[in-house]
């Protein structure tokens, strides 16, 4: 139907459009003639002829192209009617029995071609189901009832029907914002792009993920990014502030170095509320749109710290005149308590500045280092960074924490005792506050992880900040003992990593190590239920691990030590509770869950290691009610189920290797070692994981905390 109906459309959409810009062109053509001609005796006689002859022939053509084009298909219904009723074709018609009967056959589909273009191109007009869907579906994007918004849906819907009636196949899977991409494909900057950003920034804004329709054509990723500098129009700054939480959302898989002017146009959102203000008046209407100044200054910061995931780009902002002035004069504002104070919009500016810094300031390089030296040598920003710790809310200490901590870290800067302990003692009230396992199962507070994980950077490493943990806190043991307990599995895992820098830096009491925290800590990694692989096929296991054993029963396992048959553990209420799901959706649970059993294994290592003997260590797995079959068992069932490619499964068996090696030796031991085929196991794992290892090696990616390179599982299997 629709193939028989084209011909008229064909006409209508190329016939009448070429006639029209035809006109137009001539009509342009005209104008600049009598602009540059002066008025003789030629000039007149070309401006006769023009006017006289040439634009009314175009302009009867452009009528008749119009009739035949839209009125071609009622003239064929009416010639066609008009024929059937008649009925005379002439005297060969009738001595010919086939003409007849063929040219009514052959007028009735013309009457009937006729009749259903007529009926395909009215339908609109009786149609009202579009407009309610499209008022639906503007409704859940949450645009506004808009002139703009409508005529822009309207557009798709009709490009979506031209598609349609070219080529059906082209439109599956097509969607608004596939249409809104291909606007930034336009060379209109007022219309076309202004409107296909507005729908952008919607999708953004619902949360919707763009960068696969965006990020493998770089013209668009540079026009987007020329627009955030863009002045020219109606509606500028609105064009802006759209363009700008696009390419915020983009930032993080940006580079620099591929766009030319690129981190100018950025630069260009950071400047003066002042001058922005006077560049608004300016905006002729446009300006009643947007958010304002500050929402142009935070989308830019916004995009810069996505920007700051790159060593190279950080290069770049910092090597940019201007850019890191602007950046750092909030900090360093003598007036900046006070404006916090009186201004809640200011205080976000305050926030995603002490962001970007922050971001900035843990890359590695020259640019730090110098970034670092700056902040520390400025006395206002270190005093607002002190009074931002102490008296504000939880996104600008967040900042603040993050940014003094980095500040500590460089051992050349030298950071004052007195500043330095200001810090740990507000990250230890933060982190060590009460109630933290009565807190709900899903909540993450992120000022309290932020202050736990910058504990942990400061006391890695450096003998001397673990010490002043200790004074500033003398119960800091027993108080992260209590959160080895806590439900939030992140809370956990960073009350591990914490012990672990205390026992391998500090002067502890190795009789409370060995009874009390050691035994916690065994516990937890003996009972944690195994985590389903990614692929979801549970890794085999032999006949002799299918039993369970509860370490709640321990004196029955207590006796039951010399058995054959290996148990692995089961767990008890309390540990079941305290390994629900905690921080997210099923893939971050995962990767939280293995981030906490790494932490609980290296801390069992640094206690085995360096405080206790390796019988200290037989007894407090024996106190925790696990005989020796059970816990290679077990141990071999942690391996089997890290088996993936990831860095935190490698330093998990890396890890669960270092901790058996020794104990493989122990007469008691080493029999349930080799009936359990744990070398095996170990193989697999070393197979499995050997491509990760030598990838990291030739990339250099084993820095910072996690030691995931050395010593190679080969060396360990070995």
């Known amino acids: 139907m629709i193939w028989a109906c084209r011909i008229f459309n064909d006409l209508a959409e190329h ?94 589909l013309v009457l009937l071609q006729g009749g259903l273009y007529v009926l395909w191109i009215s339908w609109p007009l009786f149609d009202c189901s579009a407009a309610r869907s499209l008022r639906a579906y503007r409704r859940n994007l949450g645009l506004p009832d808009e002139q703009w918004c409508r005529s822009y849906l309207f557009r798709y819907l009709s490009d979506t029907r031209a598609r349609c009636w070219r080529e059906p196949a082209s439109i599956r899977g097509r969607r608004l914002r596939d249409f809104a991409v291909d606007s930034l494909d336009s060379g209109s900057w007022e219309d076309d792009m202004l409107s296909g950003l507005r729908f952008l920034d919607a999708f953004v804004t619902q949360g919707a993920d763009i960068r696969t329709q965006l990020l493998p054509f770089r013209p668009r990723i540079q026009k987007l990014i020329d627009a955030l500098g863009w002045r020219q129009s109606y509606g500028a700054r609105e064009m802006r502030e759209a363009a700008a939480r696009v390419v915020a959302h983009l930032a993080g898989d940006i580079h620099l170095a591929q766009f030319p002017g690129a981190i100018e146009c950025i630069s260009s959102l950071l400047q003066e509320e002042t001058t922005l203000l006077l560049t608004n008046k300016q905006d002729k209407g446009g300006s009643s749109r947007g958010g304002g100044p500050n929402q142009l200054i935070l989308q830019g910061l916004a995009i810069l710290e996505g920007l700051a995931f790159d060593d190279h780009n950080c290069r770049c902002m910092c090597s940019t005149p201007g850019l890191l002035r602007k950046v750092m004069a909030p900090l360093s504002s003598a007036n900046l308590m006070k404006d916090i104070s009186n201004n809640i919009n200011w205080a976000d500016v305050v926030s995603r500045s002490l962001k970007v810094l922050y971001k900035l300031l843990q890359t590695t390089g020259k640019t730090s280092r110098r970034l670092r030296r700056e902040i520390c040598t400025n006395k206002q920003s270190m005093s607002n960074l002190e009074s931002i710790l102490q008296h504000f809310d939880e996104e600008l200490q967040i900042g603040a924490m993050g940014i003094l901590t980095q500040l500590a870290l460089d051992l050349p800067i030298n950071l004052g005792n007195e500043t330095k302990g200001k810090l740990i003692k507000k990250q230890l009230q933060i982190f060590l506050a009460d109630g933290e396992g009565e807190e709900p199962v899903a909540e993450l507070k992120p000022r309290k992880a932020m202050a736990g994980r910058t504990l942990v950077l400061l006391s890695t490493k450096i003998e001397c900040n673990s010490a002043l943990i200790m004074t500033i806190q003398n119960d800091i043991m027993d108080r992260l003992s209590v959160i080895l307990d806590a439900k939030n599995t992140t809370y956990r895992a960073i009350a591990a990593q914490i012990l672990e820098n205390m026992c391998d830096y500090c002067d502890l009491d190795k009789q409370w190590i060995k009874e009390t925290l050691l035994p916690k800590v065994l516990a937890e990694i003996l009972s944690t239920k195994r985590v389903a692989p990614e692929n979801g096929v549970s890794p085999p296991r032999d006949e002799e691990n299918q039993q369970n054993s509860a370490p709640g029963n321990l004196e029955e396992n207590h006796n039951n030590d010399t058995q054959e048959d290996g148990t692995e553990i089961q767990e008890t209420s309390s540990t079941a509770e305290r390994n629900k799901p905690s921080d997210g959706g099923n893939e971050d649970e995962t990767t939280t869950t293995k981030l906490m059993r790494e932490a609980f294994l290296s801390l069992a290592l640094v206690i085995r290691d360096k405080l206790i003997s390796a019988d200290d260590f037989d007894d407090a797995i024996q106190k925790v009610g696990v005989g020796p079959a059970a816990f290679v068992a077990k141990m071999k069932a942690i391996v089997e189920d890290n088996c993936q490619e990831t860095a935190e499964s490698l330093r998990i068996v890396k890890l669960c290797c270092r901790i058996v090696e020794p104990m493989m030796q122990r007469h008691q031991y080493a029999q349930h070692f080799r009936n359990k085929e744990f070398v095996l196991s170990v193989s697999n794992a070393s197979e499995i994981m050997s491509n990760l290892e030598s990838c990291m090696l030739f990339a250099g990616t084993d820095f910072g905390l996690k030691n995931t390179m050395r010593p190679l599982l080969s060396d360990l299997k070995n």
């Open 15 to 108: 016939l009448v459009p070429n006639f029209v810009s035809m006109l137009a062109e001539n009509i342009v053509s005209l104008a600049a003639r009598l602009r540059g001609t002066t008025w003789s005796v030629d000039g007149a006689f070309w401006f006769l002829y023009i006017g006289t002859i040439i634009l009314p022939f175009q302009a009867m053509s452009c009528v008749t192209a119009y009739l035949f084009g839209y009125s071609g298909p009622v003239a064929c219904i009416a010639f066609a009617l008009w024929r059937i009723a008649q009925r005379d074709y002439g005297e060969d018609a009738s001595s010919d029995g086939n003409l007849m009967p063929a040219l009514d056959i052959f007028y009735s």
